[in-house]
């Protein structure tokens, strides 16, 4: 019966004592979603190129506590890093209750020059194929001891940009340049999110995507220093997202709240999409 479940937030929203890896945890979101976690008691791996900012990341959270933050350097745009870090993750965990795929680039540039490496291989590769591999790399830990009641939880971090059919005009580009792959990149991310989301589903493993608008973080630093107040007052609710909001839809997702959830793409972005708000990303 109802009346006799605990539905109390302690419980219902409950990681302490979960694994959690987080993907370019360095900085930005990907911060937000490993504070979130640690400050909840959680263990959280994060990773990137970037040995310093990792650094700083989890001496800071580690002073904050309660759980722990620990970093791995790791390329993810190849399938090579991704193995490097799934590999690293095996050494020291027998099990993984959460993986956050949310490490991400972007490259604006004209139509007519829009640069292959950099442009195309390096997007896709980091925004789409890196979901793929790592979650690949990661599935049996996650699959292990996972029941329907308490999955092995993969969460996405895709974009609205990934329903947003103008590629120019973006607070992430300079004018006259447009986001040609991230937003495709977007896109593919959330259609993955679903075949994987099916896929796993039988090993008691959610997938998830959540779709940000504009939030605080290094991708959008060039859109906030160029426009101002201006990035706030252009959105629905008057201003842009704020940590807590994604420290929220990340416990959500990684919870007992959510066990029943998958192949969802929630949007996060003060209504922005519903409200056809142009390029807001």
């Not at 890896?21 to 990907?30: D, F, L, P």
């Not at 190129?49 to 350097?73: D, F, M, T």
């Not at 949310?102 to 925004?127: C, H, I, M, Q």
């Not at 706030?232 to 066990?259: C, D, H, N, W, Y």
Request: glycine share 12%.
């Amino acid at each position: 019966m109802a009346d006799a479940e605990d539905f109390s937030i302690p419980t219902l929203f409950n990681v302490r004592g979960k694994v959690a890896v987080v993907t370019g945890g360095g900085s930005g979101i990907g911060t937000m979603f490993a504070a979130a976690y640690v400050q909840n008691g959680a263990k959280v791996y994060i990773a990137s190129r970037k040995e310093k900012q990792l650094k700083e990341v989890s001496e800071a959270l580690n002073r904050k506590g309660p759980g722990s933050c620990h970093y791995v350097v790791a390329d993810l745009s190849t399938k090579a890093g991704c193995d490097h870090l799934a590999d690293e993750i095996k050494k020291r965990e027998p099990k993984v209750h959460i993986l956050v795929n949310n490490s991400g680039a972007t490259w604006g540039a004209p139509y007519d020059n829009f640069p292959e490496k950099e442009g195309w291989d390096r997007v896709l590769g980091l925004n789409v194929k890196g979901i793929y591999y790592l979650t690949v790399g990661l599935t049996e830990l996650l699959a292990k001891d996972a029941t329907a009641d308490d999955p092995g939880r993969v969460i996405n971090i895709t974009s609205i940009a990934a329903v947003n059919t103008v590629a120019t005009g973006s607070t992430l580009a300079d004018a006259g340049n447009g986001l040609w792959s991230y937003n495709t990149s977007k896109a593919a991310a959330n259609h993955l999110t679903s075949l994987l989301a099916s896929t796993l589903a039988p090993r008691k493993i959610t997938v998830n995507a959540v779709m940000p608008g504009i939030f605080p973080s290094k991708m959008t630093a060039f859109g906030y220093k160029t426009h101002g107040d201006g990035m706030a007052a252009g959105q629905p609710m008057g201003r842009t997202g704020v940590p807590k909001e994604m420290a929220g839809i990340a416990l959500f997702l990684a919870s007992s709240a959510s066990s029943h959830v998958t192949g969802a793409h929630i949007p996060l972005d003060g209504g922005a999409l519903v409200s056809r708000v142009k390029a807001a990303l």
